[in-house]
């Protein structure tokens, strides 16, 4: 007769444990599945310019899925790169002021295809403490020599700089995600040029927003095209699509064609995702006028929030940030706004830097007045004790 072993302890015992501390912190998240179609106003998204259901851009996937299929079919180098995919390269580099392009599976794979291509073991790399957890993550990953300096502090960022003898990268979002604050692109730019540094910054927040006919922080900032500028991005803010890129000299497009992991041993970008962004941007080039209202729909949350007592980071793009008293009365907040029929966005620990919690909004180009009205109304109906200081 056998016998059997005792069963063996829980491995995932300590998983229990961490759940009952983000229970008790109110960090708990979970996942909501939306329907096709919803009555909540969208506040939460990042669809700035309310292009994902747009009728061009609907059709640029659906056109491209039914002549390219629904897949890339493989890596980039491999069967993944259709002529859409060049396409939309040519378009991006062009719009955006740089020379190439290469377009990625995600805005964060190519963060990291960027930050880990473009160092090494010998590289100082400079990053904002402000930086999206995709650059956290290059960073990581890049072996290189990693100092984080204060928030948009280019004298900070200078001075790092200045210790090392090597090849150096300073690293930075162009817009935060978390509160909608510019970073300080030409002194940024400066210290760059003062060290011999390349200049690497993520523009997913700008696209659309900033620049000329919204084509970018760092075109507004003249730093487009410039030989030690490489810009990243992503093509499901304000192309409403899917996807990233990544944008530099050409011979930087070639390294990381040749280099960037995220890249090379990724599956290509869907042909359907390829050809909503490459509508979403030729309608962004006929239509320029969608990135200054984005802007305006922001400035005036802001002012009737702030107006009402509310505490809101000003905006810089289309992101507004309005403070909670802590995070379980922002997950209350966002929920009671929930059920009021606006959906925003709650960002607490350990999203934010800071450690502060927030109500994060975003400005659609396509918001009516009415609908900003609403949303106004109904976040000062729903603000928790502590939230004004009125």
Same mark, same amino acid.
């Given at each position: 007769?056998?016998?059997?072993?005792?069963?063996?302890?829980?491995?995932?015992?300590?998983?229990?444990?961490?759940?009952?501390?983000?229970?008790?912190?109110?960090?708990?998240?979970?996942?909501?599945?939306?329907?096709?179609?919803?009555?909540?106003?969208?506040?939460?998204?990042?669809?700035?310019?309310?292009?994902?259901?747009?009728?061009?851009?609907?059709?640029?996937?659906?056109?491209?899925?039914?002549?390219?299929?629904?897949?890339?079919?493989?890596?980039?180098?491999?069967?993944?790169?259709?002529?859409?995919?060049?396409?939309?390269?040519?378009?991006?580099?062009?719009?955006?002021?740089?020379?190439?392009?290469?377009?990625?599976?995600?805005?964060?794979?190519?963060?990291?295809?960027?930050?880990?291509?473009?160092?090494?073991?010998?590289?100082? =790399?400079?990053? &904002? %403490?402000?930086?999206? +957890?995709?650059?956290?993550?290059? #960073? /990581?990953?890049?072996? @290189? $020599?990693?100092? *984080?300096?204060?928030?948009?502090?280019?004298?900070?960022?200078?001075?790092?700089?200045?210790?090392?003898?090597?090849?150096?990268?300073?690293?930075?979002?162009?817009?935060?995600? =978390?509160?909608? &604050? %510019?970073?300080?692109? +030409?002194?940024?730019?400066?210290? #760059? /040029?003062?060290?011999? @540094? $390349?200049?690497? *910054?993520?523009?997913?927040?700008?696209?659309?927003?900033?620049?000329?006919?919204?084509?970018?922080?760092l075109h507004a900032a003249g730093l487009a095209g410039a030989p030690g500028v490489v810009a990243t991005l992503t093509l499901s803010k304000s192309l409403g699509s899917q996807g990233g890129a990544v944008l530099g000299p050409a011979k930087v497009i070639r390294h990381l064609v040749n280099t960037a992991r995220t890249f090379i041993f990724?599956?290509?970008?869907?042909?359907?995702?390829?050809?909503?962004?490459?509508?979403?941007?030729?309608?962004?080039?006929?239509?320029?006028?969608?990135?200054?209202?984005?802007?305006?729909?922001?400035?005036?949350?802001?002012?009737?929030?702030?107006?009402?007592?509310l505490t809101a980071a000003r905006p810089d793009a289309a992101v507004v940030s309005v403070r909670a008293p802590s995070a379980s009365a922002a997950l209350r907040w966002a929920a009671d706004c929930r059920g009021a029929g606006l959906s925003v966005g709650c960002f607490r620990p350990p999203s934010v830097p800071d450690g502060i919690s927030?109500?994060?909004?975003?400005?659609?180009?396509?918001?009516?007045?009415?609908?900003?009205?609403?949303?106004?109304?109904?976040?000062?109906?729903?603000?928790?004790?502590?939230?004004?200081?009125?």
């Amino acid at each position: 007769m056998s016998q059997h072993s005792p069963e063996p302890d829980d491995v995932f015992a300590w998983i229990d444990d961490a759940e009952r501390a983000r229970e008790q912190a109110g960090l708990v998240r979970t996942l909501r599945p939306r329907p096709a179609s919803s009555p909540l106003l969208d506040l939460a998204s990042n669809d700035y310019l309310g292009l994902s259901r747009h009728p061009e851009t609907v059709r640029g996937a659906r056109e491209a899925a039914e002549r390219w299929g629904a897949g890339a079919t493989g890596s980039r180098l491999v069967t993944g790169t259709t002529e859409l995919h060049a396409e939309l390269e040519r378009e991006l580099a062009r719009f955006c002021g740089f020379e190439a392009a290469l377009v990625l599976s995600s805005g964060y794979a190519a963060n990291l295809a960027a930050v880990t291509a473009l160092s090494d073991r010998g590289t100082l =790399v400079v990053s &904002d %403490a402000g930086n999206h +957890a995709s650059i956290v993550d290059g #960073c /990581r990953l890049s072996r @290189a $020599a990693v100092e *984080v300096v204060p928030h948009s502090d280019p004298e900070a960022a200078r001075k790092t700089l200045a210790t090392h003898g090597g090849r150096a990268l300073l690293v930075s979002d162009s817009v935060f995600s =978390v509160d909608g &604050d %510019a970073a300080p692109l +030409a002194a940024y730019a400066a210290a #760059c /040029r003062e060290r011999g @540094a $390349a200049l690497v *910054v993520d523009d997913a927040h700008g696209l659309g927003v900033l620049g000329e006919g919204g084509r970018g922080a760092l075109h507004a900032a003249g730093l487009a095209g410039a030989p030690g500028v490489v810009a990243t991005l992503t093509l499901s803010k304000s192309l409403g699509s899917q996807g990233g890129a990544v944008l530099g000299p050409a011979k930087v497009i070639r390294h990381l064609v040749n280099t960037a992991r995220t890249f090379i041993f990724d599956t290509g970008l869907a042909p359907a995702a390829a050809g909503a962004a490459l509508a979403s941007l030729r309608l962004l080039r006929r239509e320029p006028q969608r990135a200054a209202r984005a802007r305006e729909v922001a400035e005036r949350l802001y002012g009737r929030l702030t107006a009402s007592g509310l505490t809101a980071a000003r905006p810089d793009a289309a992101v507004v940030s309005v403070r909670a008293p802590s995070a379980s009365a922002a997950l209350r907040w966002a929920a009671d706004c929930r059920g009021a029929g606006l959906s925003v966005g709650c960002f607490r620990p350990p999203s934010v830097p800071d450690g502060i919690s927030r109500l994060r909004l975003t400005a659609r180009a396509d918001l009516t007045g009415d609908e900003i009205d609403r949303a106004v109304e109904t976040i000062l109906k729903t603000a928790p004790a502590g939230a004004t200081d009125r």
